[in-house]
């Protein structure tokens, strides 16, 4: 269905939307992994509901366009899916008449959407010159991430689509992945996959020698010890509530902190706890990472920015990806791999005892949710929510709940200006409006090679005014680039 949708500079107009398949068969150094029907496990079925995931990347002006750009995008996309074949599946969900339902992933080869669209009038400035972030990117991401988890329509939606949107002097490729089945560093892993094959061009067609982690598919990391698939406590698919919150109330920023900047950060917080006796390296082996620097620097800031009474309650949780970390845990694998950790105290705690101790709860509350990589804690965690699942959606863990919080995914290591599609490596990145709300941030490495590090951030408006005027937490921040005027 072709369209148009306005916002930022200009309008995004759809200029055709088409179902690709995958390149079959698999390549054979994937043969083992070939699969029909996927499990879902605890980690991927407490997000059933939510939002699918929305990333993107703006690159350069490409040396061809229009539909010559569109299909050969296409075409390579389509080879990234032969090894990701799963994701051209659609989730079943099947009632058993006994009060249950069980959702699974079943590998029919359906396709994935790809979307060819023209943003005439929207220029990379418009995107990347200002901390706040215009309305027009919303729409380079293909449809509503809230709309596609309607539990009416679960098995005709499609589990991937990217929309290839050309601009006045750049391309945003966004991709949209539903959060039942991967979480953030797969989505990444895909775009690495499509990028490679597509620089390297069409006729190198051996996918399988690739330098990006070719995916693992199957779910058997951690050793099933719960049903199998799981039976969830509902009768139908919709009678699990998805609560509603309001997305017009938040305003999006986006922040770059330097190299220096995160390194002087991460030297005061640790030399914070050195001069209060306090160390993380003696309780967890460990000193305080740049990212728990940054995210505490954030985390006061904001509760300055929100006014809140010093006896308020607060709370930071982190997304902790679980390869690499969890014994057993491949670097490739496909689905869901997260932990959840959450960091609390009070509002005038987190000002009165300095950036170090904040970042201190960061890190036991990262190395908590994860048991220091204790494989039990993962397991036990995994049996307790197939007797008694628990869903999970960004209102749980950020302020759209109706608390003082800050929720933080995506971390800063997934390689996302490695995506050079043959004419350039990125010059930002953006997420669609899934999953955002008051108190969300996303966190990505740095435009420039050496340690900067990108906080995208969704807070109330009044809230950002005061934030983007807090010279305190300002000063770590580097200001975008004002383009010039002709």
Not at 305 to 312: G, I, K, N
Request: proline residues 7%.
């Amino acid at each position: 269905m072709d369209g148009s949708a306005t916002g930022g500079g200009g309008g995004v107009r759809v200029v055709s939307r088409r179902m690709l398949l995958p390149l079959t068969p698999p390549p054979p150094a994937l043969k083992e992994e070939e699969v029909d029907l996927i499990h879902l496990t605890p980690l991927d079925l407490r997000l059933v509901r939510t939002d699918y995931i929305q990333k993107g990347i703006l690159l350069p002006t490409p040396p061809i366009s229009g539909n010559t750009l569109a299909d050969a995008l296409g075409s390579s996309f389509a080879r990234a899916l032969r090894l990701f074949y799963p994701f051209a599946g659609r989730l079943a969900a099947d009632e058993r008449g006994d009060g249950t339902v069980t959702v699974s992933l079943r590998c029919t080869g359906e396709g994935a959407e790809f979307v060819h669209a023209t943003a005439p009038g929207v220029a990379a400035a418009d995107i990347t010159s200002s901390v706040y972030t215009p309305p027009v990117v919303s729409e380079l991401h293909s449809f509503d991430p809230a709309l596609a988890v309607s539990a009416a329509v679960i098995e005709a939606i499609p589990l991937l689509s990217a929309q290839v949107t050309e601009l006045d002097d750049g391309v945003f490729i966004g991709v949209t992945l539903s959060h039942a089945v991967a979480d953030g560093t797969t989505l990444w892993h895909f775009l690495n996959t499509w990028s490679e094959i597509h620089r390297r061009g069409e006729g190198d067609v051996d996918d399988g020698e690739l330098s990006t982690l070719p995916p693992v598919l199957r779910r058997r990391w951690i050793g099933d010890t719960w049903p199998v698939p799981i039976p969830l406590p509902f009768s139908k698919l919709e009678h699990i509530a998805r609560p509603e919150f309001d997305r017009t109330s938040i305003q999006e920023c986006f922040l770059t902190f330097s190299a220096a900047s995160v390194k002087n950060l991460t030297a005061r917080a640790n030399g914070e706890l050195l001069a209060g006796g306090t160390s993380t390296t003696a309780t967890t082996g460990a000193a305080i990472s740049p990212l728990q620097a940054v995210m505490a620097h954030l985390w006061r800031a904001v509760c300055r920015a929100r006014r809140l009474p010093p006896e308020q309650g607060t709370s930071y949780s982190v997304v902790v990806d679980c390869r690499g970390r969890v014994g057993g845990m491949p670097a490739g694998y496909v689905g869901n791999a997260v932990a959840f950790g959450k960091a609390e105290a009070t509002a005038g705690e987190v000002e009165e005892k300095g950036l170090g101790w904040a970042a201190c709860l960061l890190h036991r509350a990262e190395a908590a949710s994860v048991g220091e990589g204790n494989n039990n804690v993962m397991r036990e965690s995994m049996e307790r929510w197939a007797q008694r699942p628990e869903f999970v959606f960004m209102t749980s863990l950020s302020s759209a709940g109706g608390t003082a919080a800050l929720a933080t995914g995506s971390p800063p290591w997934l390689d996302v200006f490695g995506n050079d599609f043959g004419w350039g490596r990125p010059v930002t990145v953006r997420s669609g409006k899934g999953n955002k709300a008051d108190g969300k941030a996303a966190v990505y490495e740095g435009p420039e090679p050496g340690g900067d590090v990108s906080v995208e951030l969704c807070v109330a408006p009044d809230v950002m005014e005061r934030l983007v005027a807090d010279e305190e937490f300002m000063d770590a921040v580097s200001l975008p680039t004002k383009p010039r005027k002709g």
